[in-house]
């Protein structure tokens, strides 16, 4: 199975910029997508950024141009820089991989537990 643990959530002011973390582990033979997705309460789980293992990113229209997804060198990593911060950015922000796992050879998807970032007016 694979595990993904997030940080960099918390709280700051509108305008402020925080960055995610995402990690991955476990019995990993490869990762394909990863990426971030957030939930605000009463609305529906949306993508907010995802990259895949080689090649471009993409964002959803309400981030881009303010946050930057990005991944480490070994592919099992994946960065969410979020600047310009809105009070409609808050959210739980969820990451996301798609992975193979070396025991089964099987691909799933698989989500971390969340990140609560709330931005402030």
């Known amino acids: 199975q694979v595990q993904l643990v997030e940080s960099g959530g918390g709280l700051v002011q509108a305008g402020g910029s925080l960055r995610l973390s995402c990690a991955a582990s476990?019995?990993?033979?490869?990762?394909?997508?990863m990426g971030w997705y957030r939930q605000a309460p009463g609305k529906q789980r949306e993508l907010v950024a995802i990259?895949?293992?080689?090649?471009?990113?993409n964002y959803a229209d309400a981030v881009k141009g303010r946050f930057t997804i990005s991944r480490d060198n070994a592919k099992t990593t994946v960065y969410l820089q979020m600047n310009s911060l809105k009070p409609e950015d808050t959210a739980v922000y969820y990451c996301?991989?798609?992975?193979?796992?070396?025991?089964?050879?099987?691909?799933?998807?698989?989500w971390g537990r969340g990140t609560q970032v709330t931005v402030s007016s």
């Open positions: 990259v895949p293992s080689g090649g471009s990113p």
């Open positions: 996301y991989a798609r992975s193979r796992v070396t025991t089964t050879l099987i691909t799933s998807d698989y």
């Open positions: 476990g019995s990993i033979l490869n990762v394909g997508n």
